[in-house]
């Protein structure tokens, strides 16, 4: 199966469906991959358990249900997007927390965006493009090279500029970015994917996440934001004017505060717990709307290879 031309073919041709039967279509496929109970599934019950331990296995399933909806919805929405005008998306997209970032970008600085797998963040991200500053991001590298390619061409399509994640001097570039400002820079971080993350508490368990956020913050004194990012149901003229049943809601949380210490490590360390700290309190609020179908919690770890992750990072 040739995965780059499907996705291809999904990004031109998707946003030609009529939104009702894209809807009914996205939700039969979430339904029927909840069903089968599949190992995303069942991984995405077990992260939810960590993050609702409260909930019997009748209630996480249907959590679970609702956020596999959720899941293949975000997709949906991601095929459809360059079909969308800019009225649209502004119809489909609420601000909660604005006050947090604007008067920096009409300062003409930078903001640190660490953001979580929930909502919809490409729409998120076509929205604040145009409406507060222009987005720079890191995203995977992703297999076949094809499929990459036609994937940052999608994102700078609606106003995303990306890198890719391993690439020489991505850092460096991200330096750059933020002191060429105001510019967003959003960088997805609940899972760590190098050998350089930082073990944290999250939501009373240890989880490995990434020190991106942290790192750029303190290497270009930009703040740091926690960002969450949900969907919420439209009705009336809004609904009407979105051109959708469903929007994205953007919440921009107070910058978290730099740590007063001197060694580097530590305060990446610190500036860490303390956003994934309101990012707990976010994913207890908003479980279903966080798409994590991949291990982030130690204890889910294989220990032999994290002991290996940690010793690459350097730590005891």
């Known amino acids: 199966m040739d995965v780059a031309a499907l996705y291809t073919f999904a990004w031109q041709h998707a946003h030609r469906v009529p939104e009702p039967l894209q809807r009914a279509a996205a939700t039969v496929a979430a339904d029927l991959t909840w069903w089968r109970h599949g190992a995303g599934v069942r991984r995405l019950e077990a992260n939810y358990a960590r993050v609702r331990p409260e ?7 249907r959590l679970s249900r609702e956020g596999m909806r959720r899941y293949l919805r975000y997709f949906r929405e991601a095929f459809t997007l360059q079909g969308a005008d800019p009225d649209q998306i502004a119809a489909r997209v609420r601000v909660e927390g604005e006050e947090n970032v604007r008067p920096v970008v009409e300062a003409g600085g930078s903001v640190v965006m660490a953001l979580s797998h929930c909502g919809n963040w490409d729409l998120a991200g076509a929205w604040a493009t145009p409406h507060l500053a222009p987005v720079l991001t890191v995203a995977e590298r992703l297999e076949p090279a ?4 036609e994937f940052v061409a999608f994102r700078r399509s609606i106003g995303i500029d990306v890198l890719a994640l391993g690439d020489d001097g991505v850092f460096r570039d991200l330096v750059r970015g933020a002191e ?15 050998a350089r993350g930082v073990e944290v508490d999250l939501c009373g368990h240890r989880a490995r996440v990434a020190a991106g956020p942290a790192a750029l913050a303190l290497a270009t004194g930009a703040p740091l934001l926690p960002v969450g990012i949900f969907h919420e149901r439209l ?3 809004r609904r009407r004017r979105a051109g959708s049943a469903w929007g ?3 919440r921009f949380l107070p910058a978290v505060p730099v740590p007063a210490v001197e060694d580097r490590g530590e305060q990446i360390a610190r500036l860490t717990q303390a956003w994934v700290s309101v990012l707990g309190e ?11 179908l991949q291990k982030v919690f130690v204890d889910d770890l294989d220990p032999e290879r994290y002991a290996r992750t940690k010793a690459r990072a350097g730590e005891a």
């Open 55 to 61: 909930l019997d296995a009748r209630a996480l399933r």
């Open 146 to 149: 094809a499929l990459f390619t």
């Open 180 to 194: 060429d400002g105001p510019r967003l820079l959003p960088l997805l971080a609940d899972r760590d994917l190098t």
């Open 235 to 237: 009705h009336g003229e």
């Open 248 to 250: 994205t809601v953007i």
């Open 282 to 292: 976010f994913l207890v609020e908003r479980t279903a709307d966080w798409h994590m």
